[in-house]
């Protein structure tokens, strides 16, 4: 059983910065594509920015120019830089893999608050 470990989360001012951690707790495969999503009280869970294996990056409109993704898919880990954070990116935000084998995987999700 593969358990994505997500951290970094927490409380921050408007304008801070937050960097997301998320490793997979075991190896024996490679990512084809690392994610995070978020969910926001009462809204849907949405893509916010991903990577793929042959170093495609995705960043939702939304985040452009502020969040970077990053990672090592060979080792299953993916990192997300936050900068000049907004009370609307308050969220509870979600690692998720998916194999090169077609397998998805999802973490238990790390609470971000934006608030003064």
């Known amino acids: 059983q593969v358990q994505l470990v997500e951290s970094g989360g927490g409380l921050v001012q408007p304008g801070g910065s937050l960097r997301l951690s998320c490793a997979a707790s075991r190896n024996f495969f490679s990512s084809a594509v690392m994610a995070w999503f978020r969910q926001a009280p009462e809204k849907a869970r949405e893509l916010v920015a991903n990577v793929t294996n042959t170093g495609k990056e995705y960043l939702a409109e939304s985040v452009r120019g502020r969040f970077t993704i990053s990672g090592d898919l060979a080792k299953n880990k993916v990192y997300l830089q936050m900068r000049s954070l907004q009370t609307e990116d308050t969220a509870v935000y979600f690692c998720?893999?998916?194999?090169?084998?077609?397998?998805?995987?999802w973490g238990q999700g790390t609470q971000v608050i934006v608030s003064s």
């Open positions: 998720h893999l998916q194999s090169i084998y077609g397998d998805p995987y």
